[in-house]
């Protein structure tokens, strides 16, 4: 009888005293993950520095399989014509091209000019590819609501870091849209690219075509690149850029931080009206957004006004 008081005794010790905290975490980790309260940051995409490797799970992403990689990309002799699919998107002309390296978007806006259009090459971030890009972040309406005379061109680019830069030459990117039987325009070459994109953008910084880039909070690295891109390279003295920051502020801020040239702003505006005559002229301008990683690029207002911030031309 004396032994079994003490067992109950030491029992009730011992739960009296546990630590719930670990429940609670865990708990929270749950709650967080199945969509509880917002937190700042990105939602649907993580940082490419600190991005955890894709779960076992079946991908909804169409043209991926389940561990994230790209699927359906086709035997190429590097020459041949590409096959595509035509269709009507947004009252413009889109186009669907296969390559070795995964789909390829382009579309065209309603009343494209080609004798005086640029081209605007938009780079997705992780954790989706080119398809899942044009649909979900509905690009050919946010393309369409800038009202730039331009040639727009979606890539299929790396979903996470263990995947590689699909892309290493934007020449050989421009290539594979002529193959498919497109005729590029003549005019200015403007590379946007969100989050881990920057993987994919820093490889270009050296083509002699590319005028501007828009970095969609992705300053994730690539600093010495785009060092160059606007200040040592041998073309930077035509070049411009903008730097957007929201889950990255503090490396954006630090990048334009070293530059005299540089001018800054607060918000991203509403309207064109919104930003000073400085600021539109400015070689590199930095914006710290108010606007949080993932709707940067969905909630359609980032990416058609920043278009309008470039040298092409409107419609």
Known sequence: MKLLAIAFVLLASTVAGADPSEEEATVADEVGELGGEPTPGPVEESPPEEAPKPRARMSTIPGRTFDGRPRGRINDDGESRLEKVEDTVQGGRHWRIKTAQGAVHVWVPPGYDRSTAGTVVYVHGYWTDADGAWKEHELARQFKSSRQNAMFIVPDAPASMDESVHWRALTDLRRAVTRGNIKMP?????????????RTVMQWVDHRMVDQI?????MYGGESKFDEFIKSGKRAGEHKMIVVGASVAQESTAFVKKYKFAKARETVPDYMSGFT?????AKLLYIRSQYGHMPIVTNRKVIPLLLKVTRLKAL
């Open 186 to 198: 003549p005019g200015p070459v403007v590379v946007m690219g969100h989050s881990g994109a920057f």
């Open 277 to 281: 005559k400085e600021e539109r002229r």
């Open 214 to 218: 828009i970095l969609l909070d992705a």
